[in-house]
């Protein structure tokens, strides 16, 4: 079958890879079918381009995979009108974050035929080949499908439980080059960036975060190393950000993961998402020689209740003693404080300030985001429950209208003030980055007219 994939444009000067469409399509490559990739993202083209590309172009699928954000949503709608429109329209499937907890809501909106719920790489075979051989697609495991004015919801597919079993991404079908101009911390304008996973999962279970699927499956270290051999040779990639919820999945694993880097003589800078419970001094400094540049914390708050309620399995002693243990070994952290949770107030809104503004290295500019109680995750049932949102269409079309601003109110703030409390706040963290960055261009300057620095190329950003 002819399978065109959607990379749609979320309005990024550049894009981070769709590792998820490039493992769908290895898939399908490999199964025999013809897949070609719609770089949206790449050439910003208007959603009516999509429309006027399906009326001149013949395809048996088209499929779309958003995350759950209130622009992905949207967007989605205008994407999906627009193949919608067309008069060559295709099986339209969906699949991703956003639609897998709430499948009867996404097709309804979108009237996508199908959603493909949670890891999609074997559903998406058993249902193409359902649909070439015009069988039942309620004998499909993993999705949910639009039988006239009903949404038939079918049992989960099975977890695929050697991830090392599914072929690699088909890179080779994406502008790699492109991709590769996407900047992370601490890499050089002459660093070409890719993302790379490690594992699947995560095995915490923090109540505002939503997991498609339970556990954590680990690749095995060959097969990363691999992947990173090649993603080098073939493209010139220099460094790699882990892009999974958790490399830091144990002090082992992490410590085996670094030692087969080193052993395999990588020579590749990366960046990935870690646990303070685990970045103790040995095993980051071992992260460092493997060639670790960055390590992403998901903090979340400064007040050992609120961390408790959340259910973060971390206490604020366990996060100053891990940041203060990656700042040491010369490692960046990356600081994620969100406000609004349960037992939130202004009192550890200010911990979470004073947190970032005495242990910020200047690596990204960190601001401080309400927490959203995104379809699937405890907390949003929990907003069900107490009567704070609806239902899935109340989250997405009245409450979660921006990132940046709160969709449901867990203080006892009202709106008003809990946004004032916010601007307080991100004002304080905004100005600190920029006076530590005008601190730095200065001193860049004095070393130009003073000393004749004959390498400085210029007073701009990347």
């Known amino acids: 079958m002819r399978v065109l994939l959607v990379a749609y444009d979320n309005a990024s000067y550049t894009h981070w890879f769709p590792q998820g469409l490039a493992y769908i399509a290895a898939v399908l490559l490999k199964e025999g079918h013809d897949v070609r990739i719609y770089n949206q993202d790449k050439f910003h083209y208007p959603d009516s381009h999509l429309t006027a590309y399906l009326d001149k172009n013949r395809f048996d699928i088209v499929g779309v995979s958003v995350i759950a954000g209130y622009y992905q949503y949207r967007k989605l709608l205008k994407i999906s009108d627009a193949i919608n429109q067309s008069k060559n329209r295709p099986f339209y499937i969906l699949g991703g974050h956003g639609p897998s907890p709430e499948p009867d809501f996404f097709i309804k909106r979108s009237l996508a035929d199908a959603v493909i719920m949670g890891e999609g790489e074997n559903t998406i075979i058993d249902l193409i080949e359902t649909i070439g051989a015009k069988r039942r697609l309620a004998d499909v ?93 073939k493209y010139g990639i220099t460094y790699v950000t882990f892009a999974d919820e958790l490399l830091m999945s144990s002090v082992e694993r992490t410590e085996a993961l670094c030692k087969s880097f080193i052993k395999a003589g990588l020579n590749i800078k990366w960046s990935c998402n870690g ?74 809104l200010n911990k979470g300030v004073e947190f970032l503004l005495k242990y910020d290295d200047g690596a990204q500019l960190r601001t401080i985001r309400p927490v959203t109680p995104y379809p699937g995750c405890p907390l949003y049932y929990s907003a069900i429950e107490k009567g704070l949102l609806k239902d899935c269409e109340d989250f997405y079309e009245n409450k979660h209208t921006n990132s940046d601003l709160v969709a449901v109110n867990f203080t006892n703030l009202d709106d008003e003030e809990f946004h004032k409390c916010l601007l307080k706040a991100n004002t304080k963290l905004i100005e600190n980055y920029f006076r530590k960055k005008s601190r730095v261009i200065i001193k860049q300057a004095k070393k130009l007219y003073l000393e004749k620095d004959t390498s400085f190329r210029g007073f701009r950003q990347l």
Do not use: W
């Open 275 to 348: 646990r303070l419970n685990y970045a103790k001094s040995d095993v980051l400094k071992l992260m460092k020689q493997a060639g670790c540049m960055f390590i992403n914390y998901g903090v979340e708050a400064m007040d050992d209740q609120v961390l408790k309620n959340m259910k973060k399995a971390l206490t604020v002693k366990q996060i100053i003693e891990g940041v203060e243990a990656t700042l040491k070994v010369g490692v960046s952290p990356g600081l994620n404080i969100i406000f609004g949770n349960i037992g939130d107030n202004k009192e550890t």
């Open 141 to 233: 495991k993993g999705i949910a499908f639009r039988d006239g004015e009903k949404v038939i919801i079918n049992e989960k597919q099975p977890l695929i439980e050697n991830i090392d079993s599914i072929p690699p991404p088909a890179y080779d079908l994406f502008p790699m080059h492109y991709y590769g101009l996407r900047r992370a911390p601490h890499a050089t304008k002459f660093d070409f960036v890719i993302d790379v996973i490690s594992g699947r999962g995560c095995k915490f279970k923090c109540t505002f975060c939503y997991r498609m699927d339970e556990g954590f499956r680990p690749r095995s270290s060959e097969a990363i190393i691999d992947e990173i051999k090649f993603l080098k040779d």
